[in-house]
């Protein structure tokens, strides 16, 4: 996948790709400390639109408040930047990265003092795991790496360093020849995939993992509780064993990346029937009518450019 494009924006500059550059001996490259946010702009009916541009940039900036972290510019500010930058690469549609990291300043673990990079880059980024899962579904395997404690590292921050973790999660994954990891908790319930949230469905009522099993709190995934609910569905979250995955009727993902990614398959056993749900195709076909501009009644989660 060739995702190149013209301009990257970086410390208040539209600068070229290739010249968007930092230093060799910045903290957040040794120690993995920034944050970032996965945003998506759509093609929709009415125009380009940036979905839930506003709390994509809150998480941010909330995720950037947990680290010590001031980001200095204001969210108006990068709103505006965001959609310059989509416009300057003439894109249509785009997946969008802000990032935030400690620059120079010293190697102490306390980097306080360190200097603060801000940088926003957009590309064409079609489906995260692989053309066609939407409808075909995803392959998947409980990963032995555990997901990261909540209280070991804030997992409600999207924090660059802890992704490590997803890292050997999906590597493994790939490795045994899986499309994702699922994986559990310290406690062994299940938490995530390496980098979308999951939900189960049994007996027509939709579940998916609480906080306090170390999740991401989803952008996209509030908006599927939210869809699912005005659908007259039921959710609840609540701790999910492991083996309540293998007899669930039907799995899929969630994320900006991901979409609703359907989830046939976890250790060589079939969800359900093999194939993507019921329920998971409604709630595809709702969300993506929502993010295309075809239902008005979720029209605040565009952001027209």
């Not at 999906?170 to 949230?197: P, Q, W, Y």
């Not at 060589?268 to 993507?276: L, Q, W």
Request: hydrophobic share 40%.
């Amino acid at each position: 996948m060739s995702y190149k494009t013209e301009k990257i924006w970086l410390d208040g500059k539209f600068v070229n790709w290739d010249d968007a550059k930092v230093h060799v001996l910045v903290h957040g490259l040794h120690y993995g400390s920034g944050v970032f946010e996965g945003i998506r702009c759509y093609k929709t009916c009415k125009g380009s639109a940036i979905f839930r541009l506003k709390e994509h940039l809150e998480r941010f900036y909330n995720s950037a408040k947990i680290y010590f972290m001031k980001i200095p510019y204001s969210i108006d500010e990068l709103k505006d930047v965001i959609v310059n930058l989509i416009k300057l690469n003439n894109l249509e549609e785009c997946y969008i990265r802000p990032i935030a990291f400690r620059g120079l300043g010293g190697f102490s673990l306390d980097p306080r003092n360190n200097s603060v990079h801000v940088a926003v880059a957009v590309w064409p980024w079609g489906e995260y795991l692989g053309e066609g899962v939407r409808e075909k579904g995803v392959r998947c395997t409980i990963s032995s790496w555990i997901r990261v404690q909540n209280n070991m590292i804030p997992m409600m921050a999207k924090a660059t360093g802890q992704y490590i973790n997803s890292i050997l999660a999906c590597t493994e994954a790939h490795l045994k020849g899986f499309d994702e990891a699922i994986m559990l908790d310290s406690r062994g319930f299940v938490s995530e995939g390496s980098g979308e949230n999951i939900f189960m469905v049994k007996n027509k009522t939709i579940f998916t993992p609480p906080t306090n099993a170390s999740i991401l709190l989803g952008i996209t995934r509030d908006s599927v509780i939210q869809i699912a609910k005005d659908m007259g569905l039921k959710v609840i979250e609540r701790d999910i064993s492991k083996e309540e995955l293998f007899l669930a009727d039907e799995l899929f993902f969630t994320g900006t990346a991901a979409e609703i990614t359907p989830i046939v398959e976890v250790d060589h056993r079939p969800i359900g029937d093999g194939k993507v749900g019921p329920i998971t195709k409604s709630l595809q076909q709702k969300f993506f009518d929502i993010i295309r501009g075809y239902d008005n009644n979720y029209s605040d989660w565009l952001y027209f450019i």
